[in-house]
Nanobody
């Protein structure tokens, strides 16, 4: 059974940092891209970052470039999203998703709430 479990969300002040984790199981981790999406109330789901767990290629939406860093620990089947210089606009539920490419999601986690106060 494919499972993606996010953790690390919470409440933080503007300018602060959080690190999200996405623990994967039930599939060959190195065969997939792992994506981070977010969705705020009343807004469309947005792709935030993506990593090719095979070759380590990393991709970011312009809104988070320079502030967020995606990484993977293939030995632990876990992808991380380090979020620095957080802004109130970053407030959303963050989801990780596995797929064959970036900005796609075939398997999804349950999401973790990130709230940034001003």
């Amino acid at each position: 059974e494919v499972q993606l479990v996010e953790s690390g969300g919470g409440l933080v002040q503007a300018g602060g940092s959080l690190r999200l984790s996405c623990a994967a199981s039930g599939f060959t981790f190195g065969d997939y891209f792992i994506n981070w999406f977010r969705q705020a109330p009343g807004r469309e789901r947005q792709g935030v970052s993506c990593i090719n767990t095979n070759d380590g290629g990393k991709y970011y939406d312009d809104s988070v470039k320079g502030r967020f860093t995606i990484s993977s620990d293939n030995a632990k089947n876990t992808v991380y999203l380090q979020m620095n210089s957080l802004k109130p606009d970053d407030t959303a539920v963050y989801y990780c998703a596995a797929s064959w490419g970036c900005w796609l999601g075939d398997y999804w986690g349950q999401g973790t709430q990130v709230t940034v106060s001003s």
